[in-house]
């Protein structure tokens, strides 16, 4: 038997199976999350990509799918049923596949939103099923898919939602549908526990990269210009040097724009005697698994991606992420920065009772840390703190944000309490201010020595960006912006005087910007 779950009826949990042994955290989220359900109709689970949620579907399953009632889970592409049924067998739960000419006659079924919408096969799933899991469910929010799934609910189901991702760009929150989050786990909490590999994040600047060009002002930028924009030929090559100066022989992963953008950036790799991999949506599927395999069987060791290595693809030994998609994503840059998260070898942590043995293992392991390499201010403009009140739709002051989003979940605070971790917050920004300050200085120089060398050997000077600090806001008014650097993309009237001198000696600056930036010095000396 695993360790005691007050809530499990215990006739309906076997032992794990094999060398399996489930975790604390894994433990303390099917036992809120039943608790939770004795008194609501579903829920959302919120844990960071590599603490093995599939685990926790498991042990739900086992808890609330029992006697003769059904279970249902919901996967949310395709190709990741099998693997999702496969990984359930594994943990000795029998069950079905509902997809194509599969038809499920097992207690226990997995099919993807697909294959239940296609001739309204979900309807004959509705009676007596328990509960239904649906994975990834910050994926497929659309109105057919909630009219499918209050099918269930209307019969008596629970409907819980389980994501590393819950921050959606536009439209309701998750918690519109799902209900209240039942239990919550940082990213950063998850590292601290020794359960996953730490980011080191390097920023690297494209010097006539402008996205404040391509910002709709809602949602996120407009996937056709940007891939125009990424393919053209000086951003082509600055990619490519980026890739070649630091993957180091490294397993790495390139997040690439769009697919002419990638393939013209593997031409390149080729041209400096690097061969990599590519996988793109338009490619046939075995050619897309036969690239996918040279590169987890080690033959080679950089794979440049274009909307197909996020959700539902492990591959622990990943060890460098270049991003090279711009977004304002939350959602989608923590599911391109949980590509790295996961330990190597895998194993290392199994029997490893305390955080301290597990960081540790880590730190002496192959792979002490992974990092990113971001060319595109994605790691600025979103950060890997999710906070659950972003869940709840509520807006608040960025201080008390910021304290709020670093306690324990369901951690009571008194006002005294908040008090105090404001106090500390203040600190903390204060610190932060000085120390963007600094990188600010190094980022001007570095653009500097970026634009001389343009596409004549680029040499990237990075600096490191804290992997935790909260994502800085986009301006969203009108008016000339700086076109380079740090403060690209901000607009000339925010930024200091210094600045601004700094950018008239620089060179690449069109007249009309020139001009505006010497009005504004003009009006601030008046």
Avoid at 45 to 53: E, I
Avoid at 112 to 126: D, M, P, V, W
Avoid at 213 to 237: C, H, I, N, P, T
Avoid at 257 to 273: C, D, K, S
Wanted: hydrophobic share 40%.
């Amino acid at each position: 038997m695993p360790q005691n779950l007050s809530l499990f009826p215990t006739h309906a949990i076997p032992a794990p199976q094999g060398s399996v042994r489930w975790r604390d955290y894994q433990i303390a989220a099917v036992d809120k999350c039943l608790k939770h359900l004795e008194t609501k109709s579903g829920g959302l689970l919120v844990l960071p990509c590599g603490t093995g949620k599939t685990e926790i579907i498991v042990m739900l399953l086992q808890a609330l799918a029992t006697g003769e009632s059904r279970g249902l889970v919901v996967s949310p592409l395709d190709p990741l049923v099998a693997q999702t049924a496969e990984r359930l067998r594994s943990r000795g739960l029998p069950c079905g596949i509902e997809q194509g000419r599969q038809i499920s006659d097992q207690r226990i079924t997995v099919a993807s939103y697909k294959s239940l919408i296609s001739r309204e096969r979900y309807q004959a799933y509705t009676h007596n099923v328990s509960v239904v899991l649906v994975d990834e469910s910050h994926l497929n929010y659309s109105k057919r898919a909630m009219d499918i799934l209050s099918v269930f609910r209307e019969c008596g189901s629970k409907i819980i939602g389980l994501t590393a991702s819950p921050d959606r760009l536009k439209g309701d929150p998750l918690t519109e549908f799902y209900g209240d989050c039942a239990y919550f786990y940082e990213l950063q909490q998850a590292i601290e526990d020794g359960w996953l590999v730490p980011p080191r994040i390097w920023l690297s600047v494209a010097s006539d990269l402008d996205l404040s060009r391509f910002d709709s002002g809602f949602g996120d930028y407009s996937a056709e210009r940007l891939a125009k924009e990424m393919s053209r030929d000086s951003l082509v090559q600055t990619v490519a040097n980026l890739v070649l100066q630091h993957h180091e022989g490294e397993p790495s992963v390139v997040y690439c724009q769009g697919v002419f953008q990638a393939e013209r950036v593997r031409t390149v790799l080729a041209r400096g005697g690097l061969e990599a991999a590519i996988v793109h949506s338009r490619m046939d599927r075995d050619e897309r698994f036969r690239h996918l395999g040279m590169f987890e069987a080690g033959e080679l060791n950089v794979i440049l991606n274009v909307g197909c290595l996020t959700t539902g693809w492990n591959c622990p030994m990943v060890k460098k992420l270049f991003c090279c998609k711009p977004t304002k994503s939350r959602s989608l840059y923590q599911q391109m920065v949980g590509r790295g998260t996961r330990p190597w070898p895998a194993s290392m942590l199994v029997g490893l009772a305390t955080p301290e043995e597990r960081r540790a293992a880590i730190a002496a392991s192959q792979k002490p840390f992974f990092e990113i390499f971001d060319l595109v201010d994605a790691s600025r403009h979103n950060d890997l703190i999710t906070s659950v009140d972003a869940l709840r739709g509520k807006e608040e002051i960025d201080l008390l944000k910021r304290a709020k989003g670093k306690r324990k979940p369901d951690t009571p605070m008194s006002p005294t309490d908040l008090d105090r971790l404001l106090a500390v917050e203040r600190e903390l920004m204060a610190e932060e201010a000085a120390q963007e300050a600094r990188q600010r200085a190094a980022q001007e120089a570095l653009t500097e020595r970026q634009r001389a060398a343009w596409l004549a050997g680029v040499e990237f000077g990075n600096y490191e960006r804290p992997a935790f600090l909260r994502a800085e806001s986009r301006p969203s008014q009108r008016g000339w912006r700086v076109p380079f650097g740090k403060e690209r993309g901000r607009l000339i009237r925010e930024v200091d005087t210094g600045l601004l001198h700094w950018l008239l000696k620089a060179r690449g600056i069109k007249e009309p910007l020139r001009a505006a930036i010497q009005r504004e010095i003009r009006n601030r000396n008046n």
